[in-house]
């Protein structure tokens, strides 16, 4: 089953919710803790894109990120 879409969770769902909200948020204060292991992911997904470094890091949702918000759980 190689084709299946990745299936998304609540706390990812919580990240992209609060991303769809602006265009660039501070890593370091999304409404949840996300440690490196959640962000990359949701990069390697192709749901966020990532800026910066250390305590300066952006998020920012892409369009694949916020289809994948809408989709059911």
């Known amino acids: 089953m190689k084709n299946e879409k990745p299936s998304i969770n609540m706390s990812q769902r919580v990240i ?8 660039w948020k501070i890593a370091a204060r999304l409404p949840i803790p996300a440690g490196e ?3 990359s992911r949701l990069v390697h997904l192709g749901w966020i894109e990532m800026r910066g470094e250390n305590h300066r890091t952006e998020a920012r949702l892409t369009g694949s990120g916020l289809k994948a918000m809408r989709s059911r759980i």
């Open 16 to 23: 992209l919710q609060y991303l769809s909200l602006t265009e």
């Open 37 to 39: 292991l959640i962000l």
